[in-house]
């Protein structure tokens, strides 16, 4: 069940349990140098990035604090951090992708340990 996803915009959408998804702005880092720069450099993003493959982020050169969802393989969320800058988060071993947002969203979201979530992958499929 490997996802190889390529570089660039899509759609984050969240299934809140209640019958309306959230559907989010989302930046995917893919290739290597994505994943490296990730948010370096950034005060803020809409929505959320993507990194993959990625078990664990650092927040060294950060600007901002933000939270941090580990997703395993089917893309549900092993569990949620929000990291201050100049942090090494552990990897977490079950983990293959990586969310980064603003910290204080995520709870907002309804991202959750145990809660799954959808990578539309299009440039057509960004939120509107």
Known sequence: ????????????VVDRGDGTPLALPLEIAASYRA?????????????????????????????????VAYLDRRLRVV?????????LGRPRLRARHVLEARAGVMAGWGLVAGVTVRVDP?????VR
């Open 35 to 67: 994943r490296t720069k990730g948010l370096l450099g950034r005060d803020s993003v809409d929505g959320a990035m993507l990194l993959s493959p990625a078990s664990g982020v650092h927040t060294f050169r950060m600007r901002m604090p933000i939270d």
């Open 122 to 126: 299009d440039a057509d499929a960004a």
């Open 79 to 87: 569990a949620v951090r929000t990291m201050r800058p100049g942090r």
């Open 1 to 12: 069940m490997g996802r190889r996803w390529q570089d660039g915009p899509g759609r984050l």
